[in-house]
């Protein structure tokens, strides 16, 4: 038997019912765009807001980007961000974690993404949650289009997409780009 579930508009915020449906950054958008969320740059932590992830940012251990984790006492998610990290870091920290939070939730409780090993592959998760940040924050569509129209030097394109160089760089990789500095 399928079962509908309504988003309630009037309360701004999202249902664990909405959460339970998306499972892949294009209906992560989707929803978000639903919301009244631009996509570019993707509002990542009013989005999380959104989805009843209290997302706060603090000074945590320097190679510490972030940490997603399930509070016991409420069932709640939350997300701890560097408060120390430039502004870009933090943007894919939090759409990091929200790729934690879609893919991997029912596997454990917490999360805990450090510097060190977040550009190393040392997991399935790891790979996942990088991808599911790069799709939400450079959305393949709008970064295609961008380079068609003439928008394609890193440092411009990593501006309007609110990102690092490097992450940048690595999406224009995974997506077969090269030249202009990709």
């Given at each position: 038997?399928?079962?509908?579930?309504?988003?309630?508009?009037?309360?701004?915020?999202?249902?664990?019912?909405?959460?339970?449906?998306?499972?892949?950054?294009?209906?992560?958008?989707?929803?978000?765009?639903?919301?009244?969320?631009?996509?570019?740059?993707?509002?990542?932590?009013?989005?999380?807001?959104?989805?009843?992830?209290?997302?706060?940012?603090?000074?945590?251990?320097?190679?510490?980007?972030?940490?997603?984790?399930?509070?016991?006492?409420?069932?709640?998610?939350?997300?701890?961000?560097?408060?120390?990290?430039?502004?870009?870091?933090?943007?894919?920290?939090?759409?990091?974690?929200?790729?934690?939070?879609?893919?991997?939730?029912?596997?454990?409780?917490?999360?805990?993404?450090?510097?060190?090993?977040?550009?190393?592959?040392?997991?399935?998760?790891?790979?996942?949650?990088?991808?599911f940040a790069s799709e939400i924050l450079m959305p393949e569509v709008d970064f295609r289009r961008m380079v068609r129209e003439g928008?394609?030097?890193?440092?411009?394109?990593?501006?309007?997409?609110?990102?690092?160089?490097?992450?940048?760089?690595?999406?224009?990789?995974?997506?077969?780009?090269?030249?202009?500095?990709?």
């Amino acid at each position: 038997m399928a079962v509908i579930r309504r988003y309630d508009r009037r309360c701004g915020s999202a249902n664990v019912a909405d959460s339970d449906l998306i499972n892949t950054p294009e209906k992560l958008l989707r929803f978000a765009i639903q919301k009244g969320f631009a996509s570019i740059p993707l509002d990542g932590e009013g989005l999380a807001k959104a989805l009843n992830i209290e997302v706060r940012k603090q000074e945590l251990q320097d190679d510490l980007s972030g940490v997603l984790r399930k509070i016991p006492e409420s069932g709640k998610w939350e997300m701890l961000i560097n408060a120390q990290h430039h502004p870009n870091r933090q943007r894919y920290t939090i759409a990091h974690e929200l790729g934690h939070y879609f893919l991997h939730r029912h596997l454990q409780v917490e999360f805990q993404d450090r510097i060190f090993f977040r550009g190393a592959e040392n997991s399935k998760e790891e790979v996942q949650a990088n991808s599911f940040a790069s799709e939400i924050l450079m959305p393949e569509v709008d970064f295609r289009r961008m380079v068609r129209e003439g928008k394609n030097k890193v440092n411009d394109l990593s501006q309007e997409f609110g990102v690092s160089t490097l992450a940048l760089r690595i999406r224009a990789k995974n997506l077969g780009m090269s030249g202009h500095g990709l």
